[in-house]
């Protein structure tokens, strides 16, 4: 399953929408960039912040150690694509295989 569709399933289940979840991340969060993401574009987590990645697991109750390298230091400026490549590549599992134990 990919990391999208794994976070999708969470906010439906909450009963949440796009609009909802984005101001629960922060109130100038764009829920657009949820779209590419949950449709399986994993680049689309370029123009994230780890504070706002911390705050959409928080929302959907979900450890964000599982999904990134969480720094020691709260480092909310730090971008988040390395911080899952860190975690994939330390599993030493590709993209599929990384998400395929979620499902």
Same mark, same amino acid.
């Given at each position: &399953? +990919?990391?999208? #569709?794994?976070?999708?399933? !969470? +906010?439906?289940? !909450?009963? #949440?929408?796009?609009? =909802? *979840?984005? @101001? &629960? ?15 399986? =574009? ?6 994230? *912040?780890?504070?706002?990645?911390? +705050?959409?697991?928080?929302? #959907? ?7 990134? =390298?969480?720094?020691?230091? =709260? *480092?909310?400026? *730090?971008?988040?694509?390395? #911080? ?10 590709? @993209? ?7 499902i």
């Amino acid at each position: &399953m +990919r990391i999208g #569709l794994y976070f999708q399933k !969470k +906010r439906e289940f !909450k009963g #949440l929408n796009h609009k =909802d *979840l984005a @101001v &629960m991340i922060r109130n100038d969060f764009q829920e657009s960039l949820f779209w590419d993401f949950e449709r399986g =574009d994993e680049n689309d987590i370029d123009g994230w *912040l780890l504070g706002d990645f911390k +705050r959409y697991c928080a929302s #959907l109750e979900v450890k964000p150690t599982e999904f990134a =390298d969480i720094p020691v230091s =709260d *480092l909310a400026n *730090l971008p988040l694509p390395a #911080l899952v490549r860190a975690r994939r590549e330390e599993k030493n599992l590709s @993209v599929d295989r990384f998400w395929g134990q979620y499902i």
